[in-house]
């Protein structure tokens, strides 16, 4: 008997989405989430002519297509074969990440969901995907799994 997959949650880092727009389809069946800050911290890079200006301006189209009517608190189908996306709104930090980090950057409010979606999942391997190595060795510190994409 064919043993059965675990989907992974991916929570992506808003340096990825500059990168890759698309990116959020790369996660095959696995759910992706998407802070909320993280669409904070895209809406200032949506003016200039740069290649990270587009993948800000498109990625935006692109949620703002995927959700249609939906609300963005409703976990959104990517497509045929593809997990869900998902936008979390923010969480409390738990004590560990209060103490280890006590200012509220949007570096941490990234790492206090991450911290709270591997609290609420775990059963479920969790990934933080950033090209911040700063924010790969603080998600690590926490015990998080954090990669590069």
Do not use: W
């Amino acid at each position: 008997m064919p043993k059965k997959h675990n989907k992974k949650l991916f929570i992506i880092d808003t340096n990825v989405l500059l990168h890759d727009y698309k990116c959020i389809y790369n996660f095959e069946e696995n759910d992706v989430i998407i802070p909320i800050v993280v669409l904070e911290e895209l809406d200032k890079f949506k003016k200039g002519n740069d290649q990270i200006n587009f993948h800000a301006r498109e990625f935006t189209r692109e949620l703002d297509k995927l959700s249609g009517d939906m609300l963005l608190t409703a976990n959104i189908p990517l497509g045929d074969g593809l997990g869900n996306l998902h936008i979390d709104t923010g969480r409390d930090f738990s004590e560990k990440v209060s103490q280890s980090f006590p200012e509220r950057t949007a570096d941490h409010r990234i790492l206090a969901i991450a911290d709270y979606v591997c609290n609420a999942n775990k059963n479920k391997t969790v990934v933080l995907i950033t090209k911040d190595i700063n924010l790969r060795m603080k998600a690590k510190s926490l015990g998080i799994i954090a990669q590069e994409i």
